[in-house]
């Protein structure tokens, strides 16, 4: 009941103590993670420690100049990885095929979920956790800075440390809206209004809205912080480094 109890008081922690985290909190963290579930037993995975100062500030510099990454004494960045698995195939006589999108996905995914154990394990060892969003975005300049070879694209971040802060959870949408049962059930007028009326009822809600001169929440998402061009030229972005990575050969042959 100790780790349900973790869950459900998680709080994003942005502010964190100058206090390294102790050797034997980071070992619990790196072992949960690789007891995650993955995709066939292959943990096509890595997981990339950040503790030097001139390290972070590169980070900092690539994530937008968020202040965690700064703050925090640790920041873990999370690697789909069929580098050291192609490596051992090539050394084993056997022919690695994995230079597509589906690899990828399966690298990323196993990828992900270890991420979330890790972030269990800190907050169960009374640690705080702070996902960074610009991973993909900026994946081509963290590849050049972590070196990273082909088969390897970064897909998360988190900065792990002990909180200054006590900051409320952040809202989530009720139970109703997020469970479907045997089929999907498709969202009436009503049913939206409900789902999403406690979030625009929120105070910070109505703030946004006044700040960028709009007049719903949803223009918020939509038309600042996630617009239509930023997200395409991520995409192409992301995309480009896939290439580049060699996750996309076999599609681009079969599309020849």
Not at 15 to 26: D, L, Q, T
Not at 111 to 124: G, T
Not at 197 to 225: D, G, M, Y
Request: with cysteine.
């Amino acid at each position: 009941m100790e780790t349900l109890h973790t869950l459900l008081e998680h709080r994003t922690i942005r502010k964190y103590k100058r206090k390294p985290v102790e050797k034997k909190k980071m070992d619990n963290i790196y072992n949960a993670a690789f007891r995650a579930s993955t995709t066939g037993g292959m943990q096509v995975y890595s997981i990339l420690k950040t503790e030097d100062p001139e390290m972070k500030k590169a980070l900092h510099e690539i994530h937008f100049k968020q202040p965690m990454l700064l703050e925090a004494p640790v920041t873990l960045t999370f690697l789909a990885d069929f580098n050291r698995f192609n490596k051992w195939c090539e050394q084993r006589q056997a022919t690695p095929c994995y230079d597509n999108f589906m690899s990828f996905m399966t690298a990323a995914i196993d990828a992900l979920i270890a991420a979330q154990n890790a972030c269990v394990a800190a907050e169960d060892q009374g640690l705080g956790i702070c996902y960074i969003g610009t991973v993909t975005y900026q994946a081509k300049k963290l590849i050049e800075l972590f070196e990273l070879p082909k088969g390897v694209v970064p897909v998360a971040c988190i900065t792990i440390g002990y909180p200054d802060e006590t900051p409320p959870k952040t809202d989530r949408l009720p139970m109703n809206a997020m469970v479907h049962h045997e089929k999907y059930r498709d969202y009436s007028p009503g049913m939206i209004n409900e789902a999403y009326q406690e979030k625009e009822n929120l105070p910070e809600s109505a703030q946004f809205i006044k700040e960028n001169n709009l007049e719903t929440l949803a223009q918020v998402f939509t038309n600042v912080r996630y617009p239509k061009k930023m997200n395409v030229d991520f995409s192409k972005l992301f995309l480009d480094v896939l290439h580049e990575q060699g996750f996309m050969n076999h599609d681009m042959e079969e599309g020849s």
